[in-house]
């Protein structure tokens, strides 16, 4: 079973009532559609929703008998807040009929990569190099493990200050990636100042007061993410198949806004707005190719 289930409420599911799920969702999905992919071949897509923008998604084909055959599953969480709006390149992946999105993320300092969730959009528009410019994307994530921490003490002026600096450092590695060598050594030499502040800190303070927010790679697999960010907003809902309770958060890490779903029994914490969430997420996301 798939790993995440337990993030969308299915932590005590067996696999006799996954298959009841699933022919449930093939019965009766909630949401359906259906493209033919650059190599010809047909693609269907069937939605069933546990709660608001949580559920399970089933990929396959019908085949001439019109029977559904499952490809296979996954559990999904739907963003509604524009998280980046970048230029995109949409990969297909090797062993199945499912595609990651790839994107130059200045703020991160990585190239993020995320599963994309409307993949019977992507086809219909027939982006034969998988390459868009400037569009809007809405980031969400599952994660089975998370906790909560508390806020490091600023005001206002410093995250002003915090703010304006970080916008300085994304313009000093634009001007450098053009050539300007100008901006490459003030890179460096801002690097070097940060090294050694953070490295008196670190001798007296907790290392997550030195650090307040983050957003890197975790393991091996490339739409999986460690991050730890500021709570926006907090919202509980229930699984209405299992009555769990889920908790999906609005998170800003590293000025990307990004919305978690996860667990309640998984989330360490009391989340709160202005408090911090930390945990390991998958990353899925939603780009708009009109």
């Given at each position: 079973m798939h790993q995440y289930l337990p993030a969308i409420g299915f932590s005590k599911l067996n696999k006799d009532a996954l298959e009841e799920i699933v022919n449930e969702v093939i019965l009766r999905p909630d949401y359906q559609e259906s493209a033919i992919d650059l190599e010809g071949n047909q693609f269907v897509e069937l939605r069933y929703m546990v709660a608001d923008n949580v559920g399970l998604v089933l990929r396959g084909?019908?085949?001439?008998?019109?029977?559904?055959?499952?490809?296979?599953?996954?559990?999904?969480?739907?963003?509604?807040?524009?998280?980046?709006?970048?230029?995109?390149?949409?990969?297909?992946?090797?062993?199945?009929?499912?595609?990651?999105?790839?994107?130059?993320?200045?703020?991160?300092?990585?190239?993020?990569?995320?599963?994309?969730?409307?993949?019977?959009?992507?086809?219909?528009?027939?982006?034969?190099?998988?390459?868009?410019?400037?569009?809007?994307?809405?980031?969400?994530?599952?994660?089975?493990?998370?906790?909560?921490?508390?806020p490091v003490h600023d005001n206002e002026k410093s995250r002003i200050k915090e703010k304006l600096n970080n916008q300085k450092r994304i313009n000093l590695v634009e001007q450098a990636r053009e050539g300007n060598e100008e901006a490459l050594e003030s890179l460096t030499m801002d690097e070097i100042d940060l090294y050694q502040r953070i490295s008196r800190r670190v001798t007296r303070e907790d290392i997550l007061s030195v650090v307040t927010t983050f957003f890197m790679p975790y393991g091996i697999e490339n739409d999986k993410y460690e991050i730890l960010g500021n709570i926006l907003d907090v919202k509980y809902v229930v699984n209405h198949l299992t009555m769990e309770e889920l908790v999906l958060l609005t998170v800003d890490s590293n000025d990307v806004i990004l919305e978690v779903c996860i667990n309640k029994n998984n989330l360490f914490g009391e989340p709160a707005i202005g408090r911090r969430f930390k945990g390991i997420i998958w990353l899925q996301g939603t780009v708009d190719f009109s």
């Amino acid at each position: 079973m798939h790993q995440y289930l337990p993030a969308i409420g299915f932590s005590k599911l067996n696999k006799d009532a996954l298959e009841e799920i699933v022919n449930e969702v093939i019965l009766r999905p909630d949401y359906q559609e259906s493209a033919i992919d650059l190599e010809g071949n047909q693609f269907v897509e069937l939605r069933y929703m546990v709660a608001d923008n949580v559920g399970l998604v089933l990929r396959g084909i019908y085949n001439e008998n019109d029977e559904f055959i499952l490809d296979y599953y996954y559990p999904t969480f739907f963003g509604s807040i524009v998280s980046i709006k970048n230029d995109v390149e949409v990969i297909k992946q090797t062993d199945k009929d499912n595609y990651y999105v790839m994107c130059d993320e200045i703020r991160l300092g990585v190239n993020l990569i995320f599963q994309l969730q409307n993949m019977g959009e992507f086809l219909r528009h027939n982006i034969s190099n998988g390459k868009s410019a400037d569009k809007e994307i809405m980031l969400a994530a599952l994660s089975t493990e998370g906790k909560i921490l508390l806020p490091v003490h600023d005001n206002e002026k410093s995250r002003i200050k915090e703010k304006l600096n970080n916008q300085k450092r994304i313009n000093l590695v634009e001007q450098a990636r053009e050539g300007n060598e100008e901006a490459l050594e003030s890179l460096t030499m801002d690097e070097i100042d940060l090294y050694q502040r953070i490295s008196r800190r670190v001798t007296r303070e907790d290392i997550l007061s030195v650090v307040t927010t983050f957003f890197m790679p975790y393991g091996i697999e490339n739409d999986k993410y460690e991050i730890l960010g500021n709570i926006l907003d907090v919202k509980y809902v229930v699984n209405h198949l299992t009555m769990e309770e889920l908790v999906l958060l609005t998170v800003d890490s590293n000025d990307v806004i990004l919305e978690v779903c996860i667990n309640k029994n998984n989330l360490f914490g009391e989340p709160a707005i202005g408090r911090r969430f930390k945990g390991i997420i998958w990353l899925q996301g939603t780009v708009d190719f009109s």
